[in-house]
């Protein structure tokens, strides 16, 4: 049954991270929390099929992983004490079993707290939320960070057993220990809401509910830290790009470059909210790189049409952007900002240099924005050789389709 299927895997994406984080709050096992939620959807396949889908999928989700997790506790006598902390967990009047199970609002805010304890390595604290909170497999997460699936692994491993032995407490902390978390919590946010916005692997480019849950998130982190320039910069900044989400899919699926976007699409609210967020975070008068990213997408949303977008301050804030993140991406997107406001060869020349360091191996976006600059520069060969090798490591169908595309025009 395939809309079955279709069913179930949009119960995944939506509910999937609400499952772990509350179990992960019941069992305080995280290993037993993502395998129960597991088995909880493989359940679903079968019952769902048989009696519907549930009024309240993510309800039924949660009560049976939770079962399946008491289940498995009771087996083991090693987790009678754990049962027992489950029980007194459980409200009254919700007992195992029930048909449903109250919505626990900072349960997700809670394990992305833990994942960014101090304790563990920035890597590792990114990496973990977006396995237990997004449900990306190692080897999704692998991609994201350019790093071998094998390595990854290793890291999730370690950050369990680090928050094992370490007793780190699933809780948000204290307001006064919120400060040495901030950078990871918002790092972690910035992450999940680009896997939602740009897919890393998949048949969907977008994926709506991580988008809606990282913004949930950050307007919350906001609220707890309304000192925080950052925090503020970020909401911005994803206020900003999510204002654009409607318009970069097509209705056949077919992935839509800014420049071709249809503007009418565009949330005004949400670019006017994404501004004003921005401006009350500059006048704090702390600058920081998320404020930066923010003032950029500021660029592109308020331009009323592609041919009015200030390409020149954009690539002075790209400028500004690396100093604070000195990151090869981030030189790519200087390169594409260069390109429009200097020529395709003034940007061809910076993408050059970018590939022959050897940083950005494996990385789509490099072939493809080389194959983009060659195009417009008419040096057709080169453009279909760089549009293979992009179309060769795209993860998601939306951009193989349009990189096969490009690469039909320039052979024809």
């Given at each position: 049954m395939p809309y079955l299927n279709a069913e179930v895997e949009a119960a995944f994406r939506d509910e999937w991270g609400q499952v772990v984080a509350t179990l992960i709050g019941l069992t305080g096992d995280w290993d037993l929390a993502e395998e129960c939620a597991a088995e909880a959807f493989a359940v679903a396949v079968e019952r769902w099929a048989r009696d519907g889908v549930p009024r309240r999928p993510g309800a039924w989700l949660?009560?049976?992983?939770?079962?399946?997790?008491?289940?498995?506790?009771?087996?083991?006598?090693?987790?009678?004490?754990?049962?027992r902390d489950a029980a007194a967990l459980v409200p009254p009047g919700d007992v195992p079993g029930s048909a449903d199970v109250p919505e626990i609002a900072d349960d997700r805010l809670r394990l992305i707290f833990t994942c960014c304890h101090p304790l563990l390595p920035f890597e590792a604290r990114v990496a973990l939320t977006l396995r237990t909170l997004a449900g990306l497999t190692t080897a999704e997460i692998a991609r994201a960070f350019l790093v071998p699936e094998a390595t990854m692994a290793q890291r999730l491993v370690r950050a369990k057993r680090?928050?094992?032995?370490?007793?780190?407490?699933?809780?948000?902390?204290?307001?006064?220990?919120?400060?040495?978390?901030?950078?990871?919590?918002?790092?972690?946010?910035y992450l999940l809401f680009n896997e939602g916005y740009a897919a890393?692997?998949?048949?969907?480019?977008?994926?709506t509910a991580l988008c809606e849950e990282a913004l949930r998130l950050a307007r919350t982190v906001v609220a707890l830290l309304p000192s925080s320039a950052e925090a503020r910069g970020l909401l911005a900044l994803l206020l900003l790009h999510d204002a654009r989400r409607a318009s970069r899919v097509s209705a056949a699926g077919e992935l839509v470059p800014l420049a071709e976007q249809d503007r009418s699409?565009?949330?005004?609210?949400?670019?006017?909210?994404?501004?004003?967020?921005?401006e009350t975070a500059l006048r704090m008068g702390t600058p920081g790189p998320y404020q930066v990213q923010a003032a950029i997408a500021a660029c592109h949303a308020t331009a009323p049409t592609a041919g009015e977008t200030d390409w020149r301050q954009i690539a002075a804030l790209y400028g500004e952007l690396a100093r604070y993140v000195p990151s090869p991406v981030v030189e790519l997107n200087r390169a594409v900002?260069?390109?429009?406001?200097?020529?395709?060869?003034?940007?061809?020349?910076?993408?050059?240099?970018?590939?022959?360091t050897g940083e950005l191996a494996g990385y789509h976006l490099l072939p493809a924005t080389r194959a983009d600059l060659l195009r417009r520069l008419a040096r057709y060969?080169?453009?279909?050789?760089?549009?293979?090798?992009?179309i060769g490591l795209a993860a998601t169908d939306s951009e193989r389709r349009y990189l096969a595309g490009r690469l039909a025009e320039v052979c024809a």
């Open positions: 949660t009560t049976t992983a939770r079962n399946r997790a008491i289940d498995r506790l009771r087996r083991d006598a090693v987790g009678a004490t754990k049962l680090r928050i094992r032995e370490a007793g780190i407490p699933y809780e948000v902390p204290a307001g006064h220990l919120l400060p040495e978390r901030t950078s990871a919590v918002l790092g972690v946010l890393s692997a998949g048949k969907d480019l977008v994926r699409l565009w949330s005004t609210p949400l670019v006017a909210e994404g501004v004003a967020v921005l900002a260069v390109a429009m406001s200097s020529g395709p060869a003034a940007g061809l020349e910076l993408v050059d240099r970018l590939t022959s060969p080169e453009a279909a050789d760089a549009y293979r090798a992009a």
